[in-house]
């Protein structure tokens, strides 16, 4: 068990405060030190100022292990303040900072602050938007088991050349550049990365590569991005890389599909990634169109498994099917595509073009996006079969916490967002049936387009756009580990069913099959059995409908 600190920081009450429907139902109330609060909740000194766009240049030094960076961050001021909170966690230092004045750059006196932070005397008064530009540098934390723990990535290819990356999901951006490391909070004009490397190497980065300068032995790639997008995805990729790609026509037009790998992986390459059109198809059919059409799709194969970093999602499974050869399923259905391509692909939609605010939330990222396994699954290969694939999946839930974490100071909550996620979607699916579903899918995506958000939001909206009032039932599979229990009784040609091991309230309808197989749907109470006449199959184990999630108890 992990055993948690007391917070005397005022901050730290004001991200307790958000906490209680997320420790709703027995969730034990938890504390936590002021550097976590810093870190997590937006407190006056990160809310006077909106980023509207970061230009980052980093050299990296591979033998030593140091990075040398450059960060401007342009801002606009949206309230009062005095100080300004920027995020550099340990082993990095700021060198210097300059807040631009007209056509001058004043020097801006900063201290180090609890944590990781950085405060900056930078009043909002008598400005309207400014550029901050700071020079830092430093030994960057390594990350020990990429992309699970992140930081800078130092490796070598098979051939002995340097490769680097980063993965800082969860970990933050601000482990390799300055910022304002909270999710709530992208870069409204996009940004740029540019990344100055030896000349025997190749750097890759999100969006379009827009400069490419060699001078002696050096040279400096400079890419952009010109949507909002997330901190952690702005990303480096520095290796001995090729090219190819290919024009997908999507919803949108002509999609560019840009791929980056190894020059020895490029045959793999060019046969593994077919399946990034199939992708693109399916998905486009259930979400609606890719999101970032200005900035292509990339692959760029990297020196670990994968993440979704937008417009250049990072590609590490060894150009097979399943994720790392292997269907998480059991079943068979997992083999059939590449999990990375398939499963990191799908954050385009969900969490990086619709972005929860707060980490907390990050089932609407991880549940959305597991459950696009199955959509593509279901899309290629048949409804049965995206069925089963995600019922193979379901043992591994574990039902440890909530899915849902406390609020204001950047944790996540349980695993569970993975697969107990996509098995509420699914239930969900069966409740509102395939095309409404699809359209509130697709719904999400235009409503909260490059937008972020709350699960709040997205609870409401699939309510609203279902007409159902689904809250009862988010919050018993968010915010409890409480599997619902239907126990049922069938008695002289009756059935009679009662919801147990539920939340006050909880009213989720299900699904049952009758001797001819006809589908009749009933809607349980939890404080008395609802009762329908019925003849039910002489095998009761084709009763229940295996899709919805819950569990079974006959009454005798």
């Known amino acids: 068990m992990k055993f948690l600190r007391i917070v005397f920081s005022i901050l730290a009450i004001a991200g307790t405060l958000h906490t209680a429907k997320a420790q709703l139902l027995g969730s034990k109330a938890t504390t936590y030190t002021r550097a976590d609060t810093l870190r997590g909740t937006l407190n006056a000194n990160r809310t006077w100022w909106d980023v509207l766009r970061y230009n980052i240049h980093v050299t990296p030094d591979f033998t030593a292990k140091t990075i040398v960076g450059e960060t401007v961050i342009g801002f606009k001021v949206v309230g009062e303040g005095q100080k300004m909170q920027i995020d550099l966690q340990s082993g990095l230092e700021i060198d210097s900072v300059f807040l631009k004045s007209g056509n001058k750059k004043l020097l801006v006196p900063f201290v180090k602050d609890a944590g990781n932070t950085w405060l900056l005397t930078v009043s909002s008064v008598g400005i309207m938007r400014s550029e901050l530009t700071i020079k830092y540098h430093g030994k960057p934390r390594e990350a020990v088991r990429p992309p699970w723990d992140g930081g800078w990535v130092w490796k070598k290819d098979v051939k002995g050349r340097p490769w680097m990356s980063v993965a800082c999901q969860g970990t933050g951006a601000s482990v390799w550049y300055p910022c304002k490391d909270h999710q709530s909070d992208e870069p409204d004009n996009g940004a740029s990365l540019s990344m100055t490397v030896s000349d025997t190497l190749v750097a890759v980065a999100n969006g379009r590569l827009i400069s490419q300068t060699k001078e002696k032995n050096l040279a400096t790639y400079t890419w952009e991005v010109k949507n909002p997008i997330n901190n952690y995805t702005i990303i480096p990729y520095i290796g001995k890389y090729v090219h190819f790609g290919e024009a997908y026509m999507g919803e949108k037009g002509k999609l560019d599909c840009d791929y ?38 990339k692959l760029v194969e990297s020196p670990y498994l994968g993440m979704e970093h937008q417009s250049a999602v990072a590609y590490g499974n060894g150009y097979q099917n399943g994720y790392l050869g292997r269907d998480r399923s059991g079943t068979g259905e997992g083999l059939k595509w590449d999990y990375i391509i398939i499963h990191e692909s799908g954050h ?159 009213d989720m309808e299900v699904r049952f099959a009758d001797v001819a197989g006809n589908l009749i749907t009933i809607k349980p109470s939890t404080v008395r059995n609802i009762s329908i006449e019925i003849e039910l199959p002489a095998d009761k184990s084709k009763l229940w409908d295996k899709n919805f999630y819950l569990e079974y108890k006959e009454v005798k």
């Open 260 to 297: 980056w790998v190894l020059d020895y992986n490029f045959d793999k390459a060019k046969e593994q990634f077919k399946q990034v059109p199939k992708m693109l198809k399916a998905f486009e059919y259930w979400f609606g169109p890719y999101p970032f059409y200005e900035d292509s799709y």
């Open 348 to 506: 385009e939609w969900f969490a990086n073009n619709v972005t929860t605010k707060d980490i907390a939330d990050m089932w609407v990222h991880e549940g959305f996006t597991c459950y696009s396994e199955t959509l593509f699954t279901d899309y290629w290969f048949g409804k049965e079969a995206g069925n089963k694939y995600l019922q193979g999946l379901r043992p591994g839930i574990r039902n440890d916490k909530p899915i849902i974490g406390p609020y204001g100071i950047n944790e996540e909550g349980s695993g569970d967002m993975y697969i107990k996620g996509a098995t509420l979607l699914h239930t969900i699916r069966q409740i509102v049936g395939d095309e409404k579903f699809r359209q509130i899918l697709r719904g999400l995506n235009q409503t909260f387009y490059h937008k972020t958000v709350t699960t709040d939001q997205v609870e409401a909206y699939i309510s609203k756009q279902a007409t159902i009032n689904f809250s009862k039932v988010f919050d018993q599979f968010l915010r409890t580990t409480q599997i619902p229990v239907l126990e049922w009784k069938y008695e002289k040609g009756t059935l009679y069913t009662k919801w147990t091991n539920c939340i006050a309230g909880f």
